[in-house]
T-cell receptor, first 114, second 113 residues
Framework: DQQVKQNSPSLSVQEGRISILNCDYT??????FLWYKKYPAEGPTFLIS?????DKNEDGRFTVFLNKSAKHLSLHIVPSQPGDSAVYFC?????????????FGQGTRLTINP | GAVVSQHPSWVICKSGTSVKIECRSL??????MFWYRQFPKQSLMLMAT?????????EQGVEKDKFLINHASLTLSTLTVTSAHPEDSSFYIC?????????FGPGTRLTVT
């Protein structure tokens, strides 16, 4: 049962344009959402997060939007740069027995074309 | 920022042998560390939660006798894959909690021949 889904395995965007990565979740108990960037053979690096009490969080070129009623979040990157090419994972967090647990989506491979 | 290291970064072992992977938080103390595995082109799957000074909590379907986890100090957790088989070949990633964030190690590529 995939609680966090990224339905687009890949996305190709022209340099300078906006990249929009989408993520859907099913568990309403998730209270915190995160986006990670991952290069091959490396661990994920944290990009940006959002609490379930907010609907938008912005950090430089990265903005995350949360639509709780739709159980949907998205990551906007603008303007897109070649260095943004990587696999992006969304993750949802919940507290279970006092411990935070992350559930990851399948990832979306973003390619920025020059 | 918070840095997490893993050692080794890659390892090849023969079927039936055991392999130990170390995860260290370099500039902070972590009472909780996590172990994930990732198959090619798939998501990171949580294997277990490692708590300093207590037994690890394993996710459903993960064999605790096969994947031994020891969190002996606030900066070190180890994962030992016992009697490894080719199907254990995967990318193993650890993370450590600092404040409300998880910081990930660079991962360990395990290949069992």
């Amino acid at each position: 049962d995939q609680q966090v889904k990224q339905n687009s395995p890949s996305l190709s965007v022209q340099e300078g344009r906006i990249s929009i990565l989408n993520c859907d979740y099913t568990n309403s108990m998730f209270d915190y959402f995160l986006w990670y960037k991952k290069y091959p053979a490396e661990g994920p690096t944290f990009l940006i997060s959002i609490s379930s009490i907010k609907d938008k969080n912005e950090d430089g070129r990265f903005t995350v939007f949360l639509n709780k009623s739709a159980k949907h979040l998205s990551l906007h990157i603008v303007p897109s740069q070649p260095g943004d090419s990587a696999v992006y994972f969304c993750a949802a967090s919940t507290q279970i027995q006092g411990a935070q647990k992350l559930v990851f989506g399948q990832g979306t491979r973003l390619t920025i074309n020059p | 920022g918070a840095v997490v290291s893993q050692h080794p970064s890659w390892v090849i072992c023969k079927s039936g042998t055991s392999v130990k992977i170390e995860c260290r938080s370099l500039d902070f103390q972590a009472t909780t560390m996590f172990w994930y595995r990732q198959f090619p082109k798939q998501s990171l799957m949580l294997m277990a939660t490692s708590n300093e000074g207590s037994k690890a909590t394993y996710e459903q379907g993960v064999e605790k006798d096969k994947f031994l986890i020891n969190h002996a100090s606030l900066t070190l957790s180890t994962l030992t894959v016992t009697s490894a088989h080719p199907e254990d070949s995967s990318f193993y990633i650890c993370s450590a909690m600092s404040s409300y964030e998880q910081y990930f190690g660079p991962g360990t590529r395990l290949t069992v021949t």
